[in-house]
Protein backbone atom coordinates (compact mmCIF):
# COMPACT_ATOMS: atom_id res chain seq x y z
CA UNK A 1 0.00 0.00 0.00
CA UNK A 2 0.93 3.50 -0.33
CA UNK A 3 4.11 4.53 1.79
CA UNK A 4 4.40 7.88 3.60
CA UNK A 5 7.86 9.87 2.90
CA UNK A 6 8.72 9.29 6.47
CA UNK A 7 8.51 6.03 5.86
CA UNK A 8 5.99 4.79 8.01
CA UNK A 9 4.89 1.94 7.76
CA UNK A 10 1.85 1.63 9.72
CA UNK A 11 0.18 4.25 7.34
CA UNK A 12 -1.86 3.99 4.15
CA UNK A 13 -3.35 6.64 1.28
CA UNK A 14 -6.66 7.46 0.90
CA UNK A 15 -5.65 9.67 -3.10
CA UNK A 16 -8.76 12.24 -3.96
CA UNK A 17 -8.71 14.35 -6.68
CA UNK A 18 -12.00 16.81 -6.17
CA UNK A 19 -12.55 18.37 -9.67
CA UNK A 20 -15.29 20.86 -10.60
CA UNK A 21 -18.20 18.54 -11.48
CA UNK A 22 -16.81 15.20 -9.82
CA UNK A 23 -14.96 13.65 -7.04
CA UNK A 24 -12.57 10.22 -7.68
CA UNK A 25 -10.89 8.52 -4.74
CA UNK A 26 -8.84 5.58 -5.03
CA UNK A 27 -7.03 3.32 -2.10
CA UNK A 28 -4.11 1.08 -2.76
CA UNK A 29 -0.46 1.14 -4.33
CA UNK A 30 0.35 3.69 -7.46
CA UNK A 31 -0.13 0.71 -9.75
CA UNK A 32 -3.10 -0.68 -8.68
CA UNK A 33 -6.36 0.49 -10.90
CA UNK A 34 -9.07 -1.59 -8.67
CA UNK A 35 -11.00 0.53 -5.96
CA UNK A 36 -11.15 3.70 -8.44
CA UNK A 37 -14.36 5.51 -6.90
CA UNK A 38 -16.22 8.24 -9.20
CA UNK A 39 -18.35 10.38 -7.11
CA UNK A 40 -20.83 12.58 -9.45
CA UNK A 41 -21.26 15.96 -7.48
CA UNK A 42 -24.88 15.90 -7.07
CA UNK A 43 -27.07 15.66 -3.73
CA UNK A 44 -26.41 12.55 -2.26
CA UNK A 45 -22.37 13.02 -3.09
CA UNK A 46 -21.80 13.31 0.54
CA UNK A 47 -23.62 10.43 1.49
CA UNK A 48 -21.32 8.34 -1.04
CA UNK A 49 -18.55 9.85 -0.04
CA UNK A 50 -19.02 8.66 4.01
CA UNK A 51 -19.66 5.17 1.93
CA UNK A 52 -16.62 4.78 0.39
CA UNK A 53 -14.24 6.25 3.65
CA UNK A 54 -16.04 3.77 5.66
CA UNK A 55 -15.52 0.74 3.11
CA UNK A 56 -11.97 1.59 2.95
CA UNK A 57 -11.67 1.60 6.73
CA UNK A 58 -12.48 -2.09 6.76
CA UNK A 59 -9.97 -2.68 4.51
CA UNK A 60 -7.06 -1.98 6.56
CA UNK A 61 -5.99 -1.73 10.29
CA UNK A 62 -3.58 0.90 9.28
CA UNK A 63 -4.02 4.71 9.70
CA UNK A 64 -5.31 6.20 6.71
CA UNK A 65 -4.64 9.66 5.63
CA UNK A 66 -6.22 11.48 3.09
CA UNK A 67 -4.06 12.83 0.48
CA UNK A 68 -5.63 15.44 -1.47
CA UNK A 69 -5.86 17.71 -4.70
CA UNK A 70 -8.35 19.75 -5.58
CA UNK A 71 -9.83 23.28 -7.62
CA UNK A 72 -12.90 22.86 -6.07
CA UNK A 73 -12.59 25.40 -2.81
CA UNK A 74 -16.27 24.70 -1.82
CA UNK A 75 -16.63 20.93 -2.05
CA UNK A 76 -13.00 20.81 -0.73
CA UNK A 77 -14.01 22.13 2.20
CA UNK A 78 -16.93 19.98 2.51
CA UNK A 79 -14.71 17.01 2.10
CA UNK A 80 -11.78 17.87 4.47
CA UNK A 81 -14.99 18.39 6.93
CA UNK A 82 -16.03 14.74 6.29
CA UNK A 83 -12.66 13.16 6.60
CA UNK A 84 -11.95 14.75 10.02
CA UNK A 85 -15.65 13.60 11.64
CA UNK A 86 -14.37 10.04 10.52
CA UNK A 87 -10.78 10.31 11.91
CA UNK A 88 -8.72 10.33 9.05
CA UNK A 89 -5.57 12.60 8.75
CA UNK A 90 -5.60 15.51 5.92
CA UNK A 91 -2.97 16.28 3.54
CA UNK A 92 -2.64 19.00 0.99
CA UNK A 93 -0.30 17.38 -1.57
CA UNK A 94 0.52 21.23 -2.77
CA UNK A 95 2.30 21.61 0.37
CA UNK A 96 4.37 18.24 -0.61
CA UNK A 97 5.58 18.82 -4.03
CA UNK A 98 6.53 21.95 -2.84
CA UNK A 99 8.71 19.95 -0.35
CA UNK A 100 9.47 17.38 -3.00
CA UNK A 101 9.01 17.60 -6.82
CA UNK A 102 12.09 18.38 -8.97
CA UNK A 103 9.88 20.42 -10.93
CA UNK A 104 9.91 24.43 -10.24
CA UNK A 105 6.65 26.14 -10.56
CA UNK A 106 6.38 28.74 -7.84
CA UNK A 107 6.67 31.34 -10.89
CA UNK A 108 3.73 30.59 -12.67
CA UNK A 109 0.93 32.48 -10.64
CA UNK A 110 -2.18 30.76 -9.88
CA UNK A 111 -1.56 27.46 -11.57
CA UNK A 112 -3.48 24.81 -10.24
CA UNK A 113 -2.02 21.94 -8.01
CA UNK A 114 -4.03 19.30 -10.68
CA UNK A 115 -1.72 20.74 -13.28
CA UNK A 116 1.49 20.14 -11.58
CA UNK A 117 1.12 17.01 -10.31
CA UNK A 118 0.67 15.39 -13.56
CA UNK A 119 3.56 17.13 -14.99
CA UNK A 120 5.34 15.84 -11.67
CA UNK A 121 4.39 12.11 -11.80
CA UNK A 122 5.52 11.89 -15.76
CA UNK A 123 8.86 13.52 -14.99
CA UNK A 124 9.39 11.08 -12.88
CA UNK A 125 9.00 8.36 -15.81
CA UNK A 126 9.64 10.38 -18.92
CA UNK A 127 12.46 12.99 -19.63
CA UNK A 128 11.29 16.27 -20.29
CA UNK A 129 10.13 18.49 -22.38
CA UNK A 130 6.79 17.19 -22.73
CA UNK A 131 3.33 18.39 -22.50
CA UNK A 132 0.30 17.51 -21.04
CA UNK A 133 -3.83 18.22 -21.53
CA UNK A 134 -5.84 17.74 -18.69
CA UNK A 135 -9.56 17.56 -20.89
CA UNK A 136 -11.65 18.40 -17.82
CA UNK A 137 -14.37 20.81 -16.95
CA UNK A 138 -11.72 23.23 -17.98
CA UNK A 139 -9.09 21.88 -20.56
CA UNK A 140 -5.93 22.57 -19.51
CA UNK A 141 -2.67 22.65 -21.34
CA UNK A 142 0.87 22.82 -19.44
CA UNK A 143 3.97 22.44 -20.38
CA UNK A 144 7.66 21.15 -18.94
CA UNK A 145 10.96 22.52 -20.35
CA UNK A 146 13.99 20.27 -20.92
CA UNK A 147 15.33 21.54 -17.22
CA UNK A 148 11.93 20.76 -15.52
CA UNK A 149 10.51 24.46 -15.30
CA UNK A 150 6.90 24.43 -15.69
CA UNK A 151 6.28 27.09 -18.08
CA UNK A 152 2.29 27.60 -17.65
CA UNK A 153 0.36 26.68 -20.33
CA UNK A 154 -3.07 27.53 -21.35
CA UNK A 155 -6.97 27.42 -19.87
CA UNK A 156 -9.65 26.52 -22.38
CA UNK A 157 -13.51 25.72 -21.49
CA UNK A 158 -14.20 22.02 -21.72
CA UNK A 159 -16.20 19.50 -23.78
CA UNK A 160 -18.92 18.99 -20.81
CA UNK A 161 -18.59 22.69 -20.09
CA UNK A 162 -19.36 23.87 -24.08
CA UNK A 163 -21.99 21.61 -24.33
CA UNK A 164 -23.67 22.97 -21.19
CA UNK A 165 -23.41 26.74 -22.15
CA UNK A 166 -25.11 25.93 -25.64
CA UNK A 167 -27.65 24.23 -23.67
CA UNK A 168 -27.88 27.03 -20.99
CA UNK A 169 -27.34 30.24 -23.23
CA UNK A 170 -29.99 29.36 -26.31
CA UNK A 171 -33.63 28.30 -26.34
CA UNK A 172 -33.20 25.43 -28.70
CA UNK A 173 -30.26 23.48 -28.08
CA UNK A 174 -30.71 20.66 -26.31
CA UNK A 175 -27.57 19.74 -23.86
CA UNK A 176 -25.78 16.17 -25.06
CA UNK A 177 -23.28 13.64 -23.77
CA UNK A 178 -21.12 11.68 -25.83
CA UNK A 179 -21.72 7.96 -25.86
CA UNK A 180 -18.80 5.65 -25.16
CA UNK A 181 -17.07 4.17 -27.87
CA UNK A 182 -18.84 6.76 -30.54
CA UNK A 183 -17.99 7.30 -33.92
CA UNK A 184 -16.17 10.38 -34.31
CA UNK A 185 -18.04 12.74 -36.90
CA UNK A 186 -16.80 15.47 -39.56
CA UNK A 187 -20.54 16.67 -40.02
CA UNK A 188 -23.59 16.74 -38.63
CA UNK A 189 -27.17 16.04 -40.02
CA UNK A 190 -28.97 17.03 -36.78
CA UNK A 191 -28.79 19.14 -33.97
CA UNK A 192 -27.33 16.85 -31.63
CA UNK A 193 -24.52 15.47 -34.22
CA UNK A 194 -23.62 19.33 -35.04
CA UNK A 195 -23.18 20.15 -31.84
CA UNK A 196 -20.61 17.38 -31.12
CA UNK A 197 -19.04 18.28 -34.44
CA UNK A 198 -18.38 21.72 -33.30
CA UNK A 199 -17.36 21.21 -30.11
CA UNK A 200 -15.01 18.09 -30.70
CA UNK A 201 -13.13 19.48 -33.78
CA UNK A 202 -13.35 22.81 -32.55
CA UNK A 203 -11.39 22.33 -29.06
CA UNK A 204 -9.19 19.65 -31.23
CA UNK A 205 -7.75 22.39 -33.36
CA UNK A 206 -7.57 25.01 -31.00
CA UNK A 207 -5.60 22.12 -28.82
CA UNK A 208 -3.25 21.78 -32.23
CA UNK A 209 -2.70 25.40 -32.59
CA UNK A 210 -1.59 26.26 -28.89
CA UNK A 211 0.74 23.58 -28.92
CA UNK A 212 2.28 24.04 -31.98
CA UNK A 213 2.52 27.84 -31.15
CA UNK A 214 4.47 26.91 -28.08
CA UNK A 215 6.57 24.26 -29.53
CA UNK A 216 7.39 27.05 -32.06
CA UNK A 217 7.92 29.96 -29.58
CA UNK A 218 8.47 28.58 -26.32
CA UNK A 219 10.52 25.21 -26.32
CA UNK A 220 11.75 26.17 -29.71
CA UNK A 221 11.57 22.19 -30.74
CA UNK A 222 8.91 19.51 -31.30
CA UNK A 223 8.23 17.43 -27.93
CA UNK A 224 8.88 13.62 -27.51
CA UNK A 225 5.71 13.36 -25.80
CA UNK A 226 2.43 14.82 -25.24
CA UNK A 227 0.09 13.02 -22.74
CA UNK A 228 -3.86 13.33 -22.54
CA UNK A 229 -5.96 12.49 -19.28
CA UNK A 230 -9.32 13.80 -18.06
CA UNK A 231 -13.35 12.98 -18.56
CA UNK A 232 -13.46 13.29 -22.70
CA UNK A 233 -9.21 12.15 -23.27
CA UNK A 234 -10.53 9.15 -25.13
CA UNK A 235 -12.70 11.43 -27.32
CA UNK A 236 -10.59 14.15 -28.06
CA UNK A 237 -7.44 11.36 -29.01
CA UNK A 238 -8.75 9.83 -31.15
CA UNK A 239 -8.17 13.26 -33.44
CA UNK A 240 -5.46 14.60 -31.62
CA UNK A 241 -3.57 11.13 -32.43
CA UNK A 242 -3.85 11.41 -36.70
CA UNK A 243 -2.12 15.04 -35.98
CA UNK A 244 0.69 13.84 -33.37
CA UNK A 245 1.72 10.00 -33.23
CA UNK A 246 3.61 10.90 -30.10
CA UNK A 247 -0.07 11.79 -28.11
CA UNK A 248 -0.59 9.26 -25.12
CA UNK A 249 -3.61 8.69 -23.24
CA UNK A 250 -3.10 8.67 -19.45
CA UNK A 251 -6.33 7.08 -17.35
CA UNK A 252 -6.95 8.63 -13.89
CA UNK A 253 -2.90 10.44 -13.91
CA UNK A 254 -4.13 13.05 -10.75
CA UNK A 255 -4.71 9.73 -8.78
CA UNK A 256 -1.47 8.52 -9.70
CA UNK A 257 0.46 11.22 -8.77
CA UNK A 258 -0.95 11.67 -5.38
CA UNK A 259 0.34 7.61 -4.65
CA UNK A 260 3.67 8.51 -6.41
CA UNK A 261 4.31 11.09 -3.45
CA UNK A 262 4.21 8.31 -1.09
CA UNK A 263 6.21 5.73 -2.59
CA UNK A 264 9.34 7.54 -4.15
Known sequence: MGIR?????????LAVDIGNSRIKLSFG??????????????????????KYIEYVK???????????????????????????????????????????????FEHVKGIGTDRVLGLDYLARIFKPPFITIDCGTALTINVLDGVYNCLGG???????????????????????????KEKRLFIGKNTEDAIKVGVINGISGGVINIIEGIEENELMKKVNHIFITGGYAQELSISLKKWNNYLSLQDNLILKAIKRLFQE
Open 5 to 13: LDMNYNVEI
Open 29 to 50: LETETKDIEVIEINTKWKANII
Open 58 to 104: TLSNKEIELAYCSSNPVVENEVMEIASSLGLKIINTKELLLEKSSIR
Open 154 to 180: AILPGVYTQFKSLNRNTNSLPEIMIRE
